[in-house]
């Protein structure tokens, strides 16, 4: 799915509106309708609508959504903010609908503003501000914004919290944005809605189809994606009848040291149950005897150290590599890990440990091999590029490391990003913060290390990887529930995370 900035939300509604036969008005009914349905599917008649209305189409929107809430037998109540004297002409439309259906409860707001008193029951719509905002909000409309905010009403924002840019918010003041406990938006999710620092803000979010032309978002050029199942389930090849073992890539995991041979283990498992044909883990030598018994599918290397990894490997056999859970961050593996990616001439991946040694010796990252994949979490992103301000400077930032070090970054969180060299962001939608849990990383090594070996291309072994990884993650959550979930849960899920997806049309 794609996501528009909101100059691209408003080419669309004009393009529907030139091209799709169907007049601006009836298309803000339409998107009416289906919020006032959501609100009366979630609240009853006893809860007092309250409405807040801008003199743009946002505040059109809450118009008709008020009228037809109204009209099932609602109490409403509606303030509109007139401040410039100047309305949009369907939100005029809707404010003489409003009078035709003899709705008296109005008040039009110009300068002084008595606010109504708001209770815990009372619902408010909020269509101050959406797609059209250009400029943070301050003054009177901050003021009704900090109001809303310290009552105890609900919120449900018509297209996005109004305050809130679809984007970019770094100028912006968050006491100046509603905090809604439902988001409706028009057609597709902003932007804004995926970043960790707007949850309280956004609340639960839904789009709503109300018809803009599938043409225009067919050609709308966009960096910002988020990834469908059906289209990540059209990447798994089927199996060939005469298939073996050498059709599906022999992968080599560099992991684990002294009391780190979890993270080797977990990787492990997550590769094998994710269709690779060999597998071999080089490890020190303390790690050999765990790995051989846990991971008896897997072959092991001992590498030269006793504790850690400190000899590089011979990259002949391989299709793939990963390095980097659980190797430490001792001098004499960070050096080995250079001299092991210098000369790597095979699809890779690093994580943890193998990003935290390209950030404490970053004369090296230019030795990165291009199209490398490198799956930090925040703080080993940031440990990489320094602190960023807030999500939107994250992005920027990493997709101008990405295209720096012709790389692929999965920065991975809720809604995990893989960044690609040429300047895109695949939001990854399936995963719960169940899974924010020691071990959970190591795991999706793994499943892209297996991907990478059978010979998927970096971005399509990013994608699928991380989608499968939330997915099994998701499959897990309902087994165990968020708070008892493991690292060992998510693998135990993989089976049936890769048969639903292949079963995904
Ligand atoms: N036919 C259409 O175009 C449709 C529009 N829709 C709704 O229309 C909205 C967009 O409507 P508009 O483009 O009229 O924009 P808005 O209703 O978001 O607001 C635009 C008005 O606010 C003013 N403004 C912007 N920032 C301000 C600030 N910081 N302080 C004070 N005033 C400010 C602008 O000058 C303009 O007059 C969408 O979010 C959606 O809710 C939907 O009804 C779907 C159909
Ligand atoms: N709130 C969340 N929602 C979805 N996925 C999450 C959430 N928190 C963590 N995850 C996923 O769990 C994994 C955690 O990885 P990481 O932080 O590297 O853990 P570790 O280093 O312990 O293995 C990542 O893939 C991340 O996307
Ligand atoms: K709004």
Known sequence: MKILTCTQQKEADAYTIANNNILSINLMEKAASLIADEISKRWDR????????????????????????????????????????????????????????????????????????????DVVVDGLFGSG????????????VKYINASNAQVVSIDLPSGLMGEDNSNNLRTNIIRADLTLSIQLPKLAFLFPENEDIVGEWKTLDIGISQEFIAQADTPYIITE???????????????????????????????????????????????VGLLTIHTPVCNHDILQTAVPEAMVQNDVHELYFAEPVDLDNYQAIAIGPGIGQEEETALATFDQLADCYIPAVLDADAINILSSHRNYLNRLPRRSILTPHIGELERLIG????????????????AYLQCYIVLKGAYSTVITPEGKFYFNPTGNPGMATGGSGDVLTGIILALLAQGHSQENAARLGTFVHGLAGDIACRRTGEISLTASDIIAALPEAWKELCETK
């Open 387 to 402: 602190r960023c301000n807030d999500s939107f400077d994250r992005l920027t930032k990493a997709k101008e490391l990405a």
């Open 229 to 275: 199942a059906s289209e990540m389930s059209q990447l798994i090849k089927p199996r060939k009848r005469f298939a073996f073992k050498n059709n599906f890539g022999h992968a080599l995991l560099i992991a684990g040291s002294s009391g780190m041979a979890g993270a080797s283990i977990l990787a492990a498992r997550a590769c094998l149950r994710s269709g």
């Open 133 to 144: 905002l250009n400029k943070p909000l301050s003054g009177g409309f901050a003021s009704v």
């Open 46 to 121: 006893s809860h007092r609508i309250v409405v807040f209305a801008g003199a743009g189409n946002n505040g059109g929107d809450a118009l008709a959504v008020a009228r037809l809430l109204f009209s099932k037998s609602y109490p409403v109540e509606i303030y509109l903010f007139n401040i410039k004297g100047t309305i949009s002409e369907d939100c005029m439309t809707n404010i003489q609908r409003l009078q035709q259906c003899g709705f008296t409860d109005y008040h039009e707001i110009s300068n002084a503003f008595e606010p109504p008193k708001l209770t815990a029951e």
